[in-house]
Structure formats: structure tokens, C-alpha cells
């Protein structure tokens, strides 16, 4: 019986999602790469997050999204589990608005970080 769980998230962009680990300082290597799980279990990742106790988390394409891997029993990240999906979907979000403004003829002209831990973003796009 596995011991993995998956757990579905909103994530489709590979380098988003990659940009996203970076900005919440994750290391991360890029798949396909075994996550290792309980009892020498292992499930195939696009991305494979290593861990000190030897069992490892990643994100596994499922054909529609990046469902995070990880045999939940040894989870041994700073942050919960939801905690940790909700500040790698937040720099995810930034970097996804940021590349399909930017594909628009929009650029960031003024980020601010703000009390509750959102992001304010001012855009322009000049027109000729």
C-alpha cells in the first residue's frame, strides 16, 4: 500500500511553479526524479524537493495540473503543508501575472509587499 499523497493544486506553468520554489527558498531539482517515499517507494516528479530524513516531496503532473507528492507522514518542512502550497502559490500567481502582462506590453512599474502578505503590482502599457 502507498503511503503517498496527492494533492491537487491550481499550478499548470512548469517554470512558474519552478520560480515560485526559488522565491520561498527551496531547493529543487528538476524532473523527471524519483521522490522517495516509505519503505523505498517512490513516485516520478517534474520536480523533486529533497529532505534531510531521506523521504522527499514534489510536484507530479497529472495531465491538468502540478499535484503535490509526498508521503505526508514525513513531512519535514518549515512550514505546514498548507502553509507551504499557499506561499508557493502566491509567488506562483505573481510570476504567472507578471509573464502574461508582460506577453500584453505591460510592465511592473511598482511592487509592494503589504501587511497582510499580499502583493500589490502597478502595471503600464504605453500605446502609440
Do not use: C
Not at 506553468?13 to 520561498?24: C, E, F, I, N, P
Not at 531547493?27 to 523505498?40: F, I, T
Not at 499557499?86 to 510592465?107: C, E, I, L
Amino acid at each position: 500500500m502507498s503511503h503517498f499523497s496527492q494533492i491537487k493544486t491550481q499550478i499548470r506553468d512548469l517554470t512558474a511553479l519552478q520560480s515560485a520554489l526559488t522565491d520561498v527558498g527551496v531547493e529543487w531539482k528538476s524532473g523527471p526524479q524519483a521522490v522517495r517515499g516509505y519503505r523505498g517507494q517512490t513516485k516520478t516528479a517534474d520536480v523533486a524537493i529533497e529532505q534531510d530524513n531521506g523521504y522527499d516531496v514534489g510536484f507530479s503532473w497529472n495531465g491538468q495540473e502540478y499535484e503535490l507528492v509526498a508521503d505526508l507522514q514525513y513531512w519535514k518542512q518549515p512550514l505546514t503543508v498548507e502553509g507551504f502550497l499557499n506561499r508557493v502559490t502566491q509567488r506562483y500567481a505573481y510570476h504567472t501575472v507578471v509573464k502574461t502582462t508582460s506577453q500584453q506590453g505591460f510592465q511592473v512599474t511598482e511592487q509592494q509587499q503589504q501587511a497582510d502578505g499580499s502583493i500589490r503590482l502597478v502595471l503600464q502599457r504605453w500605446s502609440a
